[in-house]
């Protein structure tokens, strides 16, 4: 049982659970065993400063070599790190309120650290033994300059920017005062798009909207979009690994529809090839699979999951249904940059607005729940969950999965937070509210037992 992970890293609350201490140590633990060069980056928090010279001094006193990166966005540093270093330490939390930071470690292909890598860190960590070496054996802190710009290039090759430029877009860019503040707006411009930005000054107090990209905390983007005339809204959370869009009317596109979308074109594209998703995506996804020669495997929910998924079977392109896109010949990660480059693309050369091409994709519905649960009553409730629900078709890959005629409900607990998720998809909205809540009804049941 790891006990300082989560399903991605830690995450803590910034300086009183996640002090300079224990970042230090983390990453002296960590560096232990990688000896090698490490680049370090992270998001715009006011913490991630402090934060970033603790792991710097853990990482050289292990015996390793620093790369500061500076802030930036999350995939950025795992493209770094897949290029050119041994491993890499992120210091972000991601689309969490203000006063949460975290870390995330990698290992050389840029990938989060798999399990076994993580008990190994967590035997250092508990023991109070990562290596500490000699004074004259201390390594160097050197910094890479030019990786934005070369990132953004990076992006820019992977799409028909000729075709983006001729269409000359105007798309409003609301980074949430978040790490994209750094990439987004460089890559549209580049991109021959017309920008205007919104939060895109990097605040780690984010004073313009909560950096999760939701509908509620984007309703000003939707008013500008809608009072511009603009072609597209695009929004990212706090370290620049989603996308969310607005469509040209004002509409907030959920993160299955992009998916959906971009899934499409990528399996047209390439004329077919295999996708990795969560169990808790759309139908829309399975299809689209079917109807452009692609094959679905269906994870665990997580982000790295899909990403190693991808990485093992060599796969064509990933996602969840959050908004994060993961193109696995780039960076094995959900990445917001190219994620908005490909969207932009598909407008650009279908000659579609978003609205139409989100209207073509297959609909269904969807409605997500959570109710409070703790934690060390969760896999009670899950086991009798599971028995209540043997008699219809089930999927247990993660939590529980029934599949009725009128839709599915996933039922299952966060690995990060005390609460359960119930997850449905129907036909119509008003069934998908209904199995929601009856996951909902079910996990109740056995909680006040
Ligand atoms: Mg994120």
Redesign the pocket.
Known sequence: MKKLFGTFGVRRVANTELTPEFASKLAASYGSLIKGKVAVGGDTRTTTEMIKHAVISGLLSSGCDVVDLGFLP?PTVQYAVRNYYDGGVIITA??NPPKYNGIKLVDSDGIGTPDEMEIEIEKLFFNDNPDRISWNEIGDVETNSGLLEEYIDNVIARVDAEAIKNVNLKVIVDCGSGAACFTTPFLLRKLGCEVITMNCQPDGFFPGRNPEPTEPNLKELIEVVKATGADLGVAH???A??TICIDEEGNFVFGDKSFALVEKYMLKENNGGLIVTTVATSSAIYDIANEYNGEVIATKVGDLIVARELKDKNGLFGGEENGGLIFPDFVYGRDAALSTAKIIEIIAKTGKPLSRLIEELPVYYSEKMKIECPDELKQEVMQKIAEETREFEVDTTDGVKIIKDEGWVIIRPSGTEPIFRCFAEAKTLKEAKKMAEWGISLVKKYLNQ
């Open positions: 999350t991601s689309h959370d706090g370290d690994d989603r």
